[in-house]
């Protein structure tokens, strides 16, 4: 079994390096998915309330065998339920269908600035921290003026900012101002779905060190410092996104990779998503 690598974040508890995302999981494989992916050693599942499938993820850990304390695991606060007293709802809501009396992170899902509601929903996961139903609170799609306006506001540094980040999309920016704040960066869509598999500076690497395309880019993300986040139902590919220790990749290789930044994202704008 591979071990995976783990994160240290700003309130002095750890995060594996890798973690399943479950976006998109359907509800009724979601146990499967889960407990599967822990028999082989992941130690993170990624889930959120608007996933619709928090109940498998906690059939899932219970399956697995695996102490509760020995799973990270993460939902998130989605924007209809931004505000004081909705958050505090809506989290007690995902800890009913997950069946659980703690998560170990809660993220604020997305920003959404033109609702001015974020900064209530922080001060809401603040609570719920020092009430022991989070261990951890972070935020998601958060861009610069969004952290700074969350920690002028309550001088809590969120945990973990999760953010889309692969090969075209690669945040050297917000990178470099989480590490400056002390925020763990978490990548999702880390594999681009699968949109840089074929790019030379990924391929060449893959061939050297007799890897995938998948686990070159995953082991890019662990050499920048970042937390991952990659999706399959497939075990065969769970296991391949989880054996990045015994590899690495050259300077020469991640310069390489660097090229391939369009700034081009999948997913929505934070500025603007609702
Ligand atoms: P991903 O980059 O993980 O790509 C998933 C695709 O890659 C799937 O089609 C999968 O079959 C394929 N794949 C996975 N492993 C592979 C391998 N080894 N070889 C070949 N193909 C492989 O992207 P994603 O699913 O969009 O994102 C991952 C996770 O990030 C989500 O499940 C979710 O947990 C999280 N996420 C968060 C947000 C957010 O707003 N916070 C948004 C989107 C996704």
């Not at 610069?144 to 001088?155: F, I, Q, S, Y």
């Not at 662990?222 to 296991?239: F, H, T, V, W």
Request: net charge neutral; with cysteine; hydrophobic share 45%.
């Amino acid at each position: 079994m591979t071990k995976p690598l783990r994160l240290r974040l700003n309130d002095g508890r750890h995060i594996p390096a890798i973690g399943l995302g479950i976006w998109q999981v359907p509800a009724v494989a979601t146990a499967a998915t889960v407990s599967s992916a822990l028999q082989m050693g992941y130690r993170l599942v990624d889930g959120a309330a608007i996933y619709g499938n928090e109940e498998g993820l906690g059939q899932g850990l219970r399956a697995s065998g695996l102490p509760r304390d020995e799973v990270f695991v993460t939902t998130k606060i989605w924007n209809s339920a931004q505000g004081y007293d909705s958050t505090l709802a809506a989290l007690d809501e995902s800890l009913g269908r997950l069946a659980m009396d703690r998560v170990d992170l809660c993220l604020i899902h997305w920003p959404c600035p033109a609702q001015g509601r974020f900064i209530d929903t922080w001060r809401a996961l603040i609570r719920a921290r020092d009430d022991g139903r989070v261990t951890s609170i972070g935020v998601s799609n958060f861009l610069p003026e969004h952290l700074e306006r969350l920690v002028d506001a309550t001088g809590v540094v969120p945990a973990l900012n999760q953010i889309e980040l692969n090969p075209r999309l690669q945040q050297a920016e917000l990178r470099a101002l989480h590490d400056r704040m002390g925020i763990v960066t978490q990548s999702w869509t880390p594999l681009g779905q699968g949109a840089s598999f074929d790019a030379a500076p990924i391929r060449n690497a893959a061939l050297r060190s007799g890897r995938t395309p998948a686990q070159v880019i995953l082991r890019w993300h662990a050499q920048l410092g970042c937390s991952a986040l990659p999706r399959s139902i497939r075990p065969a590919r769970q296991a391949e996104n989880l054996a990045l220790c015994d590899f690495a990749l050259t300077d020469a290789e991640m310069a390489a990779i660097a090229t391939l930044d369009e700034g081009v994202r999948c997913g929505p704008d934070p500025a603007v998503f609702q």
